[in-house]
C-alpha cells in the first residue's frame, strides 16, 4: 500500500473531528465540520517547545497544556474528541528501506525493521514507537519499506498534553509525510520544506516517497540549504535514473526567490512553491494542511 493510500485507510469514515500540528512557533489546528474544515493557530512562546530525537521535546509542560487547552472546546462536557497528532520532522527519523524479502509476519516484519534502523537513528531503538508499511515495487524487484521510528518518551509527552485537555491522538504522523499528500502523484518530484533551522527534503515518485531527509542546518542560509538539495537530486539521478520533475518549496519566506533561482540555474529542475486549496503552506502547518487534503480525497 503506498503512503497517501496508507494515510487515507486512516482517515475513512469519518475522520478525526480535530486535527493538531505542533512545531515550536505553536499549534496549527483545523476542526472538521459540517461546512467544511475551521483552521487556526495557536502561538507559542519560545522556549516552550524545544524539538529533539534525543531529549524530551516539552521544556515547559505547563505552558504546553495551557496552549493546548485553550484549544479544546468550551462545551466539551468530559467527552473525549478524537483527534490526528502532527508532530515536527525532527523528533523522529523516516526511512526507505530495501529488503529482498520481507517476510509475512507481523512479529518479524516488525524485529527486522527494528533491526535495520538500529543502525541509523541516534536513539535506542528498543525503547521507540516503530510505524512502518510497504511499498511493493513492480517487475519483480525488491520490496521497500518505509518506516517511521521515535522515541516512545517524546511522544508520550506530546500526546499527554492532548489527552489532558479531552482529545484522543489516534492517529500521529511526523509532518513531512502528512504533507505529501499536496504532491501531485505524477512522475519524480522534491520536496524541501523548511521548519524552524530544520530542512526535510523528501523524494516522492509518483504516490510512492523514494528518500526523506530531515537535517538541522548548522546556519540558515541559501547556500546550507543547497548543500542538502544536490545530494538530494544526486540520489534521484542515480538510484532512479531520471531528473525530477519538478522540486517544490515550503516554509522558505523572504527566502524563497533565492533558493528558487539557485535551484533552477544549479540544478536545472522547474521550481514552484507548495501549494494547497485550505491555505498556504508554511513552517507551522504543511503537515495539517496535507492531512486535510488526504482526509477531503
Known amino acids: 500500500m503506498n503512503l497517501l493510500a496508507q494515510i487515507r485507510k486512516l482517515l475513512k ?35 516552550v517547545l524545544a524539538v529533539s530525537p534525543l531529549r524530551d521535546n516539552v521544556a515547559d509542560p505547563d505552558a504546553f497544556f495551557r496552549h493546548v487547552k485553550a ?20 523528533c523522529a527519523r523516516v526511512a526507505v528501506l530495501d529488503f529482498d524479502q520481507f517476510p509475512s509476519d507481523a512479529a518479524e516484519q516488525l524485529s527486522l525493521v527494528r533491526f535495520r534502523m538500529k543502525k541509523s537513528i541516534p536513539f535506542d531503538v528498543d525503547s521507540a514507537q516503530v510505524a512502518y508499511y510497504v511499498q511493493a515495487r513492480g517487475g519483480g524487484r525488491s520490496v521497500e519499506v518505509v518506516a517511521a521510528v521515535a522515541p516512545l ?10 489527552r489532558s485537555a479531552g482529545f484522543e491522538p489516534g492517529l500521529v504522523i511526523t509532518s513531512t509525510l502528512a504533507a505529501l499528500n499536496l504532491l501531485e502523484p505524477e512522475g519524480v518530484q522534491v520536496l ?28 540558515l542560509t541559501p547556500e546550507e540549504v543547497m548543500r542538502v538539495l544536490f545530494p538530494t537530486c544526486a540520489f534521484v539521478e542515480d538510484t532512479l535514473g531520471s531528473r525530477p520533475r519538478e522540486l517544490l518549496l515550503c516554509g522558505f519566506g523572504e527566502w524563497e526567490p533565492v533558493v528558487a533561482e539557485q535551484s533552477s540555474r544549479d540544478l536545472g529542475l522547474e521550481v514552484r512553491p507548495l501549494r494547497s486549496s ?20
Do not use: H, M
Open 13 to 47: 469514515d469519518p475522520p478525526p473531528e480535530y486535527a493538531f500540528e505542533v512545531s515550536e512557533a505553536g499549534i496549527a489546528w483545523a476542526r472538521q465540520t459540517r461546512d467544511g474544515p475551521q483552521t487556526g493557530f495557536e502561538a507559542i512562546e519560545p522556549g
Open 71 to 90: 484549544l479544546a472546546p468550551a462545551n466539551g462536557k468530559g467527552r473525549r474528541r478524537r483527534a490526528a497528532l502532527i508532530l515536527p520532522d525532527f
Open 153 to 162: 518518551e517524546i511522544i508520550a509527552r506530546y500526546e499527554a498534553a492532548f
Open 192 to 219: 524541501a520544506r523548511l521548519s524552524g533551522a530544520v530542512l526535510t527534503a523528501a523524494v516522492t515518485e509518483g504516490r510512492s516517497l523514494r528518500l526523506l531527509r530531515c537535517v538541522e542546518l548548522p546556519e
Open 278 to 297: 485550505f491555505g498556504e503552506p508554511g513552517q507551522a502547518n504543511a503537515g495539517l494542511l496535507g492531512f486535510l487534503a488526504g482526509a477531503q480525497a
